[in-house]
């Protein structure tokens, strides 16, 4: 996914209040891990409780630095900010790892790679060129919505809270495109296949990390390490086929 923060909000959550370090979290037997619980195929729910590809994987690397997760679910445009006021010790929610966030947060080293494209209907646009002068929906807050604003004769950019809002005035006609996650469109496509979507060019790639507060080492270096492990010894290839029928690590 995902998304950019203004840098203001996110300096401005910044405290003087340290993060809790990997022995005090290990101290406390508990990893406090904050998310956004509508993205599936990652981070979705399933009753009361938080499942997908991302939810597994960090109760999978806590397993292995021998924690168990209490998960905190929050809006994604709070969860950079609230990782800064020591809500959470670490955020998995297909954040980008982007120059902007690099200097507000820390992130470890990606645990997979997408990028963004077009989702259309049956001949709607599917090409930047095809865009011009249309409307096209993205989730407030992403890193989608502020490339869209910078495609050349984009008729206009309308935002929604979710990407399951957004997607909703594709299918209803209310705009022209949806410019998302690849696997955002991939699993919207495959949820409403009378929908006829269509899958258009690719706008970007990027890597996705998990974020931890500014300086907190000993944490991120703990989660390379655990999620090095993973990928070495096939469970992180296991577990991306489970969701996605390839391994979606960064090649």
């Known amino acids: 996914m995902k998304k950019t923060l203004l840098l203001t909000l996110l300096a401005g959550a910044l405290g003087t209040a340290s993060a809790r370090d990997l022995a005090a979290i290990k101290a406390s037997g508990t990893l406090v891990v904050g998310t956004e619980p509508t993205y599936a195929p990652f981070t979705y729910t399933q009753g009361k409780k938080i499942v997908g590809f991302e939810a597994e994987l960090a109760e999978a690397l806590a397993g292995r630095m021998g924690l168990k997760v209490e998960w905190k679910p929050s809006a994604f445009d709070t969860l950079l900010i609230g990782l800064n006021q020591d809500r959470f010790d670490l955020v998995i929610s297909s954040h980008g ?66 990407n399951a809002d957004a997607l909703q005035m594709l299918l209803s006609k209310r705009v022209d495109a949806f ?73």
């Open 97 to 162: 790892i982007t120059p902007e966030r690099q200097k507000a947060v820390d992130f470890a080293s990606p645990h997979y790679c997408s990028g963004g494209v077009i989702l259309a209907r049956a001949g709607g646009p599917l090409t930047v060129a095809a865009l011009k002068g249309k409307t096209v929906a993205v989730q407030l807050g992403t890193t989608y919505a502020q490339r869209a604003e910078k495609l050349p004769g984009l008729g206009s950019v309308k935002t929604y809270p979710t």
């Open 179 to 251: 410019i998302t996650d690849r696997f955002v469109a991939i699993e919207g496509r495959k949820k409403f296949p009378q929908a006829g979507l269509k899958l258009g060019e690719m706008l970007f790639q990027e890597k996705i990390g998990i974020a931890v507060k500014k300086g907190n080492t000993s944490l991120r270096n703990a989660i390379n390490q655990a999620l090095a492990g993973m990928m070495k010894d096939g469970s992180y290839q296991k577990l991306s086929e489970k969701y996605f029928g390839e391994d979606i690590r960064c090649k």
